[in-house]
């Protein structure tokens, strides 16, 4: 019964292969979009601030780890249901996807994956329910696409670690409760562990003058001597293998996500089209117009039917790191294609927060560059298919 | 005490609706059904009663009269929070039928407080309550904005012209709500959707019913008229229109 109009495309019956399940997931977390997110979204996204009255409500509603277990707090759904869960929150925004990809994927994920009996005991729980928020420091000031690079570094003190770096762009920095942070022990060998906020030592700046992305907090990390008890390090994971199923995680749900926000583009660009009058015609009612919404919807049904098939390899266990960053690569450029030109259809009324469009355009220029850049991604399929890393 | 809320199947409110064998059958094909909006208020607000009212309210059941397909919306409400459902197999044609099925399985089973929506948002017969509690011989009220437990009985509020009446009723009743009874449908929750799997979804063979209507035919609203631009500037024209050819004035 909402009463923003809304038609997802689904050109190939996707539907049909949904479970009940799956479309009364999808059906909730948008009404919940509708009631929540869409009515005041653009004045966060103007003024550059977090809605964080939203965090708990996330929380109860299950958007946070919905495939972590339910002894651990989570909904103990299937990665489908989580792909859907990230497409109805992007479609909303990408800010607010982005929050629940980093508590999802990049947070309570390797606590699930990595961490030791207490600390899936004492962290996911609360953040499961968004009592505590999380965030995850792979990147650095002097390494982005190449975190392997990094600098930031534990020394071990016997009981404890002494922490020293730098991590930055950040995502839920300022917010965080508790942060993920990958870091070099002295064989060079990168660990993963848990730094409370309030630590001394560990401070948390905003990063100021984004573009994009404006409804999510993005900042640093700073660590200086930070003292890290041995219990908060992950137990069971050792090397750059850690992030990077952490980052797998993340860009399967953004694969998904972004469909959401090329979904809302689209509707909103023919729906306008089908009413905006020029020429005595509904400007729907011309070819280059169509020309657009045609290609729009291919590619759309296309990133649907990838992703589909993604979830299925992911809920048994098949999909590769390959596969993922494929996903990951085509499904952003395709919504961020979909935005510019949705955006043209709008005319002048199209550069306005009364419509959605340059929200969505602007906040997928971060979407392409996090979590692997478009270029990378390439790179990793070219790995895939040569046995040739062609990094460095 | 036990809630029973009646829920009815309904096409989403944005359905192009569209009928069959000359105009006689409702065309079901590509419809998103959802839970009667009224109904769901209902829902909300039974379990809201239960929340806040911890050990009084035992149990929430929604009972739904419909054919097999009706069961995702069944789910639906157990995902919101009711605790068990009854579906009676039956599609049914009217709402005599539907109150004469209902009567059935509260004879069956004592509830304490049964809701229904005042009406359904598809065929809005607004007689489905009023029926139900005449076959009982239950107290009603009709048009509910507000229900809450009082001590041993319950509190209800009703809208009236220029007021409200408030209304103290004993247990078993029959309360038909309106909207107002709750704020906003409460929305399931991931782990709500989860448990609606195995909650006990129990289904009933109907008992048989006479039908006392027949559909003759469905006729569509006349088409909404071009909306005519009128310059602000332009008042006499504006009457003139109003005046001439919408007639209000
Ligand atoms: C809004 C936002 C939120 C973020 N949130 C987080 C977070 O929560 N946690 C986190 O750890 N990180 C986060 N990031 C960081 C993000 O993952 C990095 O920005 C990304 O990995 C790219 O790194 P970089 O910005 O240093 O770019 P660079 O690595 O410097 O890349 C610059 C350009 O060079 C290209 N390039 C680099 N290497 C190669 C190569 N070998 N071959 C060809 N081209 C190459 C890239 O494709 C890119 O076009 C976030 C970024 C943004 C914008």
Redesign the interface.
């Known amino acids: 019964?909402s009463e923003i109009?809304y038609n997802a495309p689904d050109y190939y019956l996707m539907d049909d292969l949904l479970s009940?399940?799956h479309?009364?997931?999808r059906?909730?977390v948008r009404?919940?979009v509708d009631?929540r997110v869409k009515p005041d979204i653009e004045e966060y996204f103007e003024k550059s601030k977090f809605p964080s009255h939203l965090i708990k409500e996330m929380g109860?509603?299950?958007?946070f780890g919905?495939f972590i277990p339910?002894e651990y707090g989570g909904?103990?759904?299937d990665y489908i249901?989580y792909g859907i869960?990230m497409q109805e929150l992007e479609r909303g925004d990408s800010g607010i996807r982005s929050m629940a990809s980093v508590q999802t994927s990049l947070v309570m994920y390797p606590i699930y994956a990595f961490g030791s009996e207490e600390q899936k005991k004492k962290y996911l729980p609360k953040l499961a329910t968004g009592e505590l928020i999380g965030c995850f420091g792979l990147t650095e000031p002097n390494h982005g696409s190449d975190p392997g690079g990094m600098i930031t570094n534990v020394k071990d003190k016997g009981d404890h670690y002494i922490l020293n770096g730098a991590k930055m762009w950040i995502t839920n920095s300022t917010v965080a409760d508790v942060a993920v942070v990958w870091a070099k022990d002295e064989e060079g060998i990168v660990r993963g562990m848990l730094v409370e906020k309030g630590t001394k030592g560990f401070t948390a700046p905003e990063t100021h003058g984004k573009l994009s992305l404006r409804a999510s907090v993005t900042g640093e990390l700073v660590f200086d001597d930070v003292i890290v008890p041995k219990e908060n390090v992950f137990p069971n994971v050792k090397g750059l293998k850690g992030p990077m199923s952490c980052l797998n995680s993340a860009r399967y749900g953004i694969a998904w996500g972004v469909i959401g926000a090329a979904m809302d583009c689209y509707d909103a660009a023919v729906r306008y089209a089908l009413e905006r009058k020029q020429f005595g015609k509904p400007i729907a009612g011309f070819q280059l117009q169509q020309k657009k919404f045609a290609e729009a919807l291919t590619e759309i049904t296309k990133a649907q039917l990838l992703v589909l098939r993604l979830g299925q390899l992911r809920n048994e266990g098949k999909s590769t790191p390959g596969q993922i960053s494929m996903a990951k690569r085509n499904n952003v450029a395709m919504a961020l294609n979909i935005a510019r030109e949705m955006r043209q259809v709008f005319g002048a009324m199209g550069i306005t927060n009364d419509f959605p469009i340059m929200r969505h355009s602007m906040n997928l220029e971060s979407v392409i560059t996090y979590e692997g850049t478009h270029d990378v991604h390439l790179l990793i399929t070219g790995l895939d298919i040569t046995g040739i890393p062609a990094f460095k | 005490m036990k809630i029973l809320v009646c829920i009815s199947n309904v096409p989403?409110?944005?359905t192009k609706i569209k009928f069959l064998n000359n105009n006689t059958t409702f065309d079901s094909a590509g419809v998103q059904w959802?839970i009667n909006?009224w109904d769901e208020l209902a829902l909300t607000r039974a379990i809201e009663l239960k929340e806040a009212h911890a050990g009084a309210i035992e149990n929430i059941t929604v009972v739904n009269i419909g054919p097999p397909t009706t069961?995702?919306t069944i789910?639906?409400a157990l995902?919101i929070g009711a605790d068990n459902a009854i579906r009676i197999n039956l599609d049914p044609k009217d709402a005599y039928s539907v109150a004469l099925q209902l009567s059935e399985i509260i004879k069956k089973d004592s509830f304490d407080i049964i809701l229904c929506g005042i009406e359904s948002s598809d065929y809005n017969g607004t007689s489905v309550g009023g029926m139900l509690s005449e076959l009982l011989d239950y107290p009603s009220v009709s048009a509910v904005s507000f229900i809450d437990i009082d001590g041993d009985q319950l509190k209800l509020k009703r809208e009236i012209d220029g007021g409200q009446e408030i209304i103290g009723i004993s247990t078993p009743f029959i309360g038909i709500v309106q909207k107002g009874i709750a704020k906003?449908?409460r929305?399931?929750?991931?782990?709500?959707?989860?448990m609606a799997?195995t909650k006990p979804l129990q289904v009933v063979e109907p008992v048989s019913t006479d039908l006392y209507t027949d559909f003759v035919s469905f006729d569509y609203p006349k088409a909404k008229a071009a909306c005519k631009k009128v310059d602000p500037e332009n008042v006499k024209e504006l009457v003139n229109l109003l005046h001439n050819e919408a007639k209000v004035i």
Do not use: C, F
């Not at chain 2, 929305?187 to 989860?194: D, E, H, K, Y």
């Open positions: 019964m109009q009940e399940e479309k009364l997931i059906e909730s009404a919940w009631r109860e509603n299950g958007m919905p339910v909904a103990g759904l249901a869960i | 989403d409110t944005t959802i909006p069961e995702p789910r639906k995902a906003d449908a929305i399931p929750n991931m782990r709500g959707i989860m799997k």
